[in-house]
């Protein structure tokens, strides 16, 4: 059966901290490894990464791709309040007709205080 | 551009009645997902539709269903509900070809009694 697994489950840090979040993956078919960010309701689309793109950064957040050891990190650089929400790590099956279904993994909830 | 709307935000039913939840999704996007989120589980991935046409589906029993019409608005419905129905349904769309971005509604909150 196919599995993401994110650690930890939880984190909480203080403003300015450095995090790393994990996520492996046990899937038949890789195609996509992808992180959202879900704050209130609606997960937000952060980075996608894939076997011609395992290295993506947008300011202080960035995230990595290992296909030999089925796993991503996503880092967060000092960090900030506005941060703290639940980080989803999600895997996409290839083959033309399953880009709508992910496997989500967990999440990690990450708490940043002042 | 309009995001992802879902409706309604906020219900509550009983148990053994139906309930119908409805999507819009971006313009232009052509591919409609939906997800239960609960807290033991997390997110589970229920059905894909494509082109009003059902292309991937979850691991969930037959009372739940959906369907797409032509300009690409979704419905899904849960019949016969279960205390275990209660959850946080996402919507998400996408363009369905070419690229693994969703983008997602804020979602309905079903509460079951």
Redesign the interface.
């Known amino acids: 059966e196919d599995k993401v697994v994110q650690s930890p489950l939880s984190l909480v840090v203080h403003e300015g901290d450095t995090v790393t979040l994990n996520c492996s993956y046990e899937v038949t078919n890789f195609?996509?490894l992808?992180w959202?960010k879900q704050e209130?309701?609606?997960?937000?689309?952060l980075f996608?990464l894939?076997s011609s793109g395992i290295e993506k950064k947008s300011g202080r957040l960035s995230s990595i791709l290992d296909k030999k050891e089925l796993s991503s990190i996503l880092n967060i650089t000092a960090t900030q309040t506005g941060d703290s929400a639940i980080y989803?790590c999600?895997w996409?099956p290839a083959g033309?007709?399953?880009?709508?279904?992910?496997?989500?993994?967990?999440?990690t909830i990450l708490t940043v205080h002042p | 551009k309009a995001?992802?709307t879902q409706t309604p935000r906020y219900l509550i039913k009983t148990r053994g009645q139906q309930v119908t939840l409805s999507c819009s999704p971006i313009s232009g996007h052509r591919?409609?997902?939906w997800?239960q989120q609960t807290p033991g589980q997390?997110?589970?991935?229920l059905f894909?539709?494509?082109s009003e046409t059902q292309?991937?589906k979850?691991n969930f029993p037959g009372r739940f269903s959906g369907r797409q019409f032509s300009n690409s608005r979704s419905e899904m419905n849960v019949s016969t509900l279960e205390l275990g129905d209660s959850a946080?349904y996402?919507c998400?769309s996408?363009i369905?070809?070419?690229?693994?971005?969703?983008?997602?509604?804020?979602?309905s909150r079903l509460t079951v009694l």
């Open positions: 195609r996509s992808l959202y209130k309701k609606a997960p937000t689309f996608m894939t989803l999600a996409g033309g007709t399953s880009y709508g279904k992910l496997t989500f993994g967990q999440g | 995001g992802v591919s409609v997902s997800y997390g997110l589970q991935f894909e539709y494509f292309r991937n979850g946080l996402l998400a996408s369905g070809q070419g690229s693994g971005e969703l983008f997602f509604g804020e979602g």
